[in-house]
């Protein structure tokens, strides 16, 4: 699938980590090169091991879409986040943190809601309240990649790719 869409990231590196001053933004860009609609979704697997539906957050449903050229809508679908270390963090002494941002790129549009979960207590009274809940929901979403209704339906092709980011935010 890497053939119909290109990330930018406005430097010459395409992954690695990206240093970011805290309040700073960070962002890409994805450019729809097919003749399909893509839709996009993205997590940021965040220092208290929670997940977070960046764009759900932002009003934005469960997916954006990225028109093909020519079609209603830009091509070129621009990211910007504003990156923050987190206050709990600040207030233990740390001066910086690290977000994995994991963008999924479909050829359908595809719902992840098993990638959602809750951060991890990190005080330990709050080691008895339940965490994750009763079911493992990464193994859920894995089961799903594999077992969805795409697999009894043989006449629809649908083609998925993923990229990582980390962003490590400091506070100067």
Not at 62 to 90: A, D, H, T, W
Not at 130 to 156: M, W
Request: charged share 25%; proline share 3%; glycine share 8%.
């Amino acid at each position: 699938m890497n053939a119909h869409f290109h990330f930018s990231l406005g430097g010459t590196r395409s992954s690695g980590t990206f240093d970011v001053k805290n309040g700073g933004k960070w962002g890409f860009t994805v450019e729809n090169l097919g003749d399909e609609p893509l839709y996009m979704a993205i997590f940021n697997f965040t220092s208290s091991w929670k997940i977070v539906d960046l764009v759900s957050c932002s009003g934005g449903g469960e997916l954006r879409v990225i028109q093909p050229k020519g079609k209603q809508n830009s091509s070129k679908k621009k990211i910007e986040l504003r990156m923050e270390v987190p206050v709990f963090l600040q207030t233990r002494g740390n001066k910086y943190c690290e977000d994995i941002l994991k963008v999924f790129i479909t050829s359908r549009s595809t719902s992840f809601p098993s990638m959602i979960l809750p951060e991890i207590p990190l005080e330990a009274n709050d080691i008895s309240k339940r965490v994750r809940g009763d079911d493992d929901q990464l193994s859920k979403f894995l089961l799903e990649l594999n077992t969805h209704v795409r697999s009894q339906d043989h006449a629809v092709h649908e083609e998925w790719s993923t990229q990582n980011f980390i962003v490590r935010t400091a506070i100067e």
